[in-house]
Every structure is written in C-alpha cells, then in structure tokens.
C-alpha cells in the first residue's frame, strides 16, 4: 500500500509540471501570446505619442517626458546615440526596413526609436525596483501556493482512495485467510465505486460454492460408508462359504479395494473436518521431544525393513503450544510419506529457534520435481499418476498436513535434502 501512496504522488507531481510546460508551449510556444500583442500596442501608441511631442515641441521636451515616463514606471531609460551602441539583435530588429520603430528583447527590455532622429532610446525594468520586487514575489508566491494547493489537493484524494484501498485490501486478506463470511464496506465514505460490492458478490458466490462443496464432501463420504460396509460384510460371509482359489483370490481383492475405498474415506472426512475454520483446537503445552519419541516405536513398524529411521534433536527438551492430536497425525502423514520414498533411510531433525521450531524430515528418495512444489499441498493432487495409491496415496495426506500446520499459524514447505539428496519437508511451528 505505501508503493501505491508513493507512485501515486510521484504521479501527481509529474502531471503538474508536465502541466507547467505544456502550458507555456501552448501559450507562448504555438500560439500567440496576447499578453505581448497588447504590450506591443502599447509601445506603438507610446512611441507616437512621443513622435508628436517631439515634432511639435522638439526632441528635447520628448525625452523630458521619456525620462518621467520611466521614472513612474519604474524603468531605467537609456540613450543610445549610434546603431554601433546597440545590441547587434536590436541593431537588426530596428533597420530602416521596421516601420514601426519598436522592438522588444528577451527580457522584455522597450527599444525604440523616433523617425527623423539618429538617437535610439530603451525603457529595461528596473529589477533593483521595491514596487517591481514586490511583483516579481507576488507572482512567485502565486506559483507557489498554486503549486501547494495542488499537491494538497492531489494528497487528499490520494489518501482517501489509499484509505478505502486499504479497508478493501484487509477484507480481502481476511478472505483469503478462511474468514468466508468477510466484506468489504459498502458505505459511501469507504466503497471504492462498484467496486466494494462487486468483491463482496464474488465473495458470497466462492462461499456458497465452498459450503456446497464441503456440504457435499462430507454428505458423499458418510453415504459411502453405508454401501462400503455392506460390501465388506457379504464379502467376508462369502469367505466362509466353499470357495475355490480363484474365488477366493478375487473375494480377497474386493474385501481390500473396500478397506482402500474406507481408509480414503476416512483421511477425506478428516480434510474436511480440518478445512471447517471454525474446529476449535485442544490446545496445550508439552515436550515434542517426548511425543516424537513415543511415536518413533510406530514408525519402525510401519517403516519397511530396508529403511533405518534416524531422529534427532537440538535440545533434550523442546516444548511447544498445540493440538497434540492434530499435530500427531501432521507428523504421521509426513513420516509415512518419506517413508514410501524412501530408498534407504529417513532423517527427522527438530530444532528450536527463538519463538518457533521447525522439523526437518529428509529421505533419500527421488525427491519432489519442481513443477510438483507449487502443487504438492493441494488437495487430491498426486505427482505421479502411474503409481500405485499405495504409494502415492490419494493426495489429501499432506493437504491435511498443511491444514494443521495453517491452524497452528505454522507452515510447511518442500525443497531438496542437501544431507540425503532427496526431499526435504519442513514443519515450522510458533512455541507460543
């Protein structure tokens, strides 16, 4: 948000003094500048005016009335008895072939002269002048508060639309954080136009879509286990009729595509239950030391025989606040994962930082590619489709990782085991 707030006044300030420029090339660049069309008049009328007193009472009462004009006016009046005593431009700009007899430089400077005399005659602003001063401050200040006024103007505006951008971004972070049930402000001093209430129609739709689909999870997985024990149960009565061995291997396979079928119920039931924002957890403290300990005796059983199981920690003791339950199962399914991977060996190290810990799990399998980092959390997704769902699983176990992890205000991340050259999956957890 301060990017925003910082480009837009970097913005304003541009468009000001792109303005200042495109006004004076408009102005004085491609059209005419009636401001000096009217001095120009001016000129012509005072060097007349100043034609007929000389013609009619000599040069000198003509200068008489220049040297009060410029006095008044506060402007220094110069004589210039010879052409070589010109600037050569003014030289130039007050041949025999200018009718009119005037000329204005640069600064604004009145060069004139008068027909049937050989002197030429100035009228410069006098810059040393209080009352001149004092217009040059006038105008400057003018450029000034304008400028202020503007900038002022731009700032408000900007700090209004960043205050409804920020009420509008927090409803969103909000959002995105599970909060289903958050909305923008749609009250007139906070709703940027359609906007507000267009985020807040998008919302309720991802919601209903969201509760309809957990609705019809949950709704689904609980129906199926009806249908799935019936199977189990005459499947087992048939095991005890007279089978031949064909019949009973096919008898077999079924009973264990069923139990299949109702463990993916299960961890599938359990996703959703996690993914309800509002589950309250169990939470207390106790020694992750001790609860990995005690579940290690699981592990090797579970473990196949070619796999040694190392474990490891940075202190004999390292508590932590949590749900044991939950994080007992984050921990099992990473485990159980490393260990369908694995070719020899699986390394569990826990380490305790100043107010988190973080548990590292390494294996020495093939490792997580790249393109499957960014999706191996999501839900149902399984890296490689040609395995077996004995060993890829059905791609909710580490979904339901990083759901316990989400609710811990912890993470978890995959990337490559540099100790063992496989995957590396990193819990990271608050100790408080």
């Known amino acids: 948000m301060r990017r925003i707030f910082v480009e837009s006044l970097l913005v304003l300030f541009i468009c000001f003094i792109v303005a200042v420029f495109a006004y004076e090339w408009l102005v004085y660049g491609i059209t005419t500048d009636y401001e000096f069309l009217l001095e120009d008049y001016e000129a012509m009328a005072h060097q007349q005016l100043l034609q007929n007193i000389a013609d009619n009472q000599g040069i000198e009462a003509a200068k008489s009335a220049m040297q009060q004009f410029s006095t008044q006016t506060e402007q220094l009046f110069t004589i210039y008895h010879s052409v070589a005593q010109l600037p050569a431009s003014v030289a130039t700009a007050l041949n025999q072939s200018n009718p009119t007899h005037i000329f204005f430089d640069d600064n604004r400077t009145l060069w004139f002269k008068l027909t049937g005399y050989a002197a030429f005659f100035s009228y410069t602003p006098d810059s040393q002048s209080i009352i001149r001063a004092k217009v040059e401050l006038e105008n400057n200040l003018f450029l000034i508060f304008l400028a202020i006024s503007f900038v002022i103007f731009g700032l408000i505006n900007i700090f209004l639309i960043y205050r409804r951008v920020r009420l509008l971004e927090q409803a969103t972070i909000r959002f995105a954080q599970g909060d289903l049930a958050s909305r923008a402000d749609t009250s007139g001093s ?20 969201v509760e309809s689909n957990r609705a019809l999870t949950n709704a689904v997985a609980h129906e199926m286990r009806t249908p799935i024990f019936r199977i189990q149960w005459q499947a087992e009565l048939l095991k005890e009729t007279a089978l031949n061995s064909e019949q009973m291997s096919t008898i077999q396979e079924v009973i264990a595509d069923t139990e299949e079928m109702e463990q993916m119920i299960d961890e599938l039931l359990h996703y959703t239950k996690l993914e309800n924002s509002g589950q309250r957890l169990v939470m207390e403290k106790f020694d992750l030391s001790a609860l990995i300990n005690r579940a290690k005796h699981r592990w090797q059983k579970e473990r196949r025989h070619n796999i040694a199981l190392d474990i490891r920690f940075n202190s004999s003791k390292v508590f932590v606040i949590a749900d044991k339950k939950l994080l007992t199962r984050a921990l099992d399914n990473v485990i159980r994962n490393a260990f369908k991977f694995a070719k020899s060996k699986v390394r569990v190290v826990c380490s305790e930082q100043n107010n988190h810990i973080e548990i590292f799990i390494h294996d020495d399998g093939p490792g997580v590619d790249k393109k499957h980092k960014t999706h191996i959390f999501e839900p149902f997704y399984v890296a490689d489709q040609a395995r077996n769902k004995g060993v890829s699983g059905y791609g909710l176990g ?3 990782v990083q759901k316990i992890c989400e609710q811990h205000r912890g993470s978890i991340t995959v990337s490559d085991s540099e100790e063992l050259g496989g995957a590396l999956f990193t819990l990271k957890l608050p100790t408080s």
């Open 190 to 209: 906070s709703s940027l136009g359609t906007l507000n209430r267009t985020f807040n129609d998008m919302a309720s739709r991802i919601m209903h879509l």
């Open 398 to 400: 580490l979904s339901i």
